[in-house]
């Protein structure tokens, strides 16, 4: 049974850091470009960051760059979302996602809410 269990997300003040984790079972991990994609209210679910099987290569959306840092334990079947500088714009349900030639899946999300 392939999951992808989201962890990590919460309330943080502005300015603060939250590190999420993505815990990947039921699939080849290393087969897999792995992924952060984030769903605001009202608004369409958008790419934050991904990262190569390998991990040598990353990917970030304007909004995130120089704050958000994604990586990868291929040991560990996991992919991180290092957080920081956050903004209340931050503010969505974070989806991990798995990536191959041929299929795509998607974990249930964790909340990240930036308010002071």
């Known amino acids: 049974q392939v999951q992808l269990m989201e962890s990590g997300g919460g309330l943080v003040q502005p300015g603060g850091s939250l590190r999420l984790s993505c815990a990947a079972s039921?699939?080849?991990?290393?087969?897999?470009?792995m992924s952060w994609y984030r769903q605001a209210p009202g608004k369409e679910r958008e790419l934050v960051a991904s990262i190569t099987i390998n991990g040598r290569s990353t990917n970030y959306a304007d909004s995130v760059k120089g704050r958000f840092t994604i990586s990868r334990d291929n040991a560990k079947n996991t992919v991180y979302l290092q957080m920081n500088s956050l903004k209340p714009e931050d503010t969505a349900v974070y989806y991990c996602?798995?990536?191959?030639?041929?299929?795509?899946?998607w974990g249930q999300g964790t909340q990240v809410t930036v308010s002071s």
């Open positions: 996602s798995a990536l191959s030639s041929y299929t795509r899946y």
């Open positions: 039921g699939f080849t991990f290393t087969s897999y470009v």
